[in-house]
């Protein structure tokens, strides 16, 4: 069975600080992973995915996250936060069936 | 591309009625849909998955009487909530992967459902 953590329900950063959201999993097969945003009242938004090829992707909105097999992670990691980038991201695993499991969603708070 | 669109965006209705809410690709053929429910300040949880032409597959403890879905198109899928309650008050959303064998779902933007 395949789960998803993520570390921390809340994260506030000021404006133009790193942003650092975490995500572990654990998974029998080698994963594919995701990390999604959400809006207030929207659905989800692909920010990025990893599919076994280069360990680091790069998404949108200046995004990115490194897969590290070692330690079993896929933080999701920004220069510099925005106030546009406030909204609840979601990591999530799946395997070769393509069944999503969502880790319990960060909420990131982003000051001025 | 790979856009997928919810109808409709809000419902309320009265305890008792039946409201149905569509799914669509709108740029592939999605041979697979998902619908998923999100509960205020919470992650989402898978309720189903819709394979098209054929009958859903659904998650333990969701009653497959109450949440009615047709995927009777590559571009539609239907979820249909039969005798709404107060308790099924909710955000539905649906997602979809391609019909070539893509691992990613694109994700509808939503149906927030208000039972009275």
């Known amino acids: 069975a395949q789960s998803v953590t993520q570390l921390g329900s809340h994260v506030s950063v000021s404006e133009g600080a790193l942003v650092l959201l975490r995500c572990n999993y654990s998974?029998?097969?080698?994963?594919?992973l995701f990390w999604y945003v959400q809006y207030p009242n929207q659905g989800l938004q692909l920010l990025l995915k990893y599919t076994s090829a280069a360990t680091l992707v790069k998404g949108i909105n200046g995004f990115e996250a490194e897969f590290k097999k070692s330690e079993t992670s896929f933080h999701l990691t920004k220069p510099s936060a925005h106030m546009s980038d406030a909204a609840e991201y979601f990591c999530?695993?799946?395997?070769?069936?393509?069944?999503?499991?969502f880790g319990g969603g960060t909420r990131l708070m982003v000051k001025p | 591309g790979a856009v997928v669109s919810q109808h409709p965006s809000w419902v309320i209705c009265k305890s008792g009625t039946s409201v149905k809410i569509e799914c669509r690709s709108l740029d592939f053929q999605a041979t697979t849909m998902f619908w998923y429910r999100q509960f205020p300040k919470q992650s989402l949880m898978l309720m189903a998955t819709?394979?098209?032409?054929?009958?859903?597959?659904?998650e333990q403890g969701v009653e497959k009487d109450k949440f009615l879905i047709n995927h009777a198109s590559l571009t539609l899928s239907t979820l249909t909530v039969t005798s709404a309650h107060p308790e099924d008050s909710s955000f539905y959303i649906c997602s979809a992967r391609d019909g070539t064998g893509g691992e990613t779902q694109y994700f509808g933007p939503g149906t927030r459902l208000l039972v009275l």
């Open positions: 999530a695993v799946s395997d070769a069936g393509n069944m999503l499991t």
């Open positions: 998974s029998s097969v080698p994963p594919y």
């Open positions: 819709s394979n098209e032409g054929s009958k859903a597959t659904y």
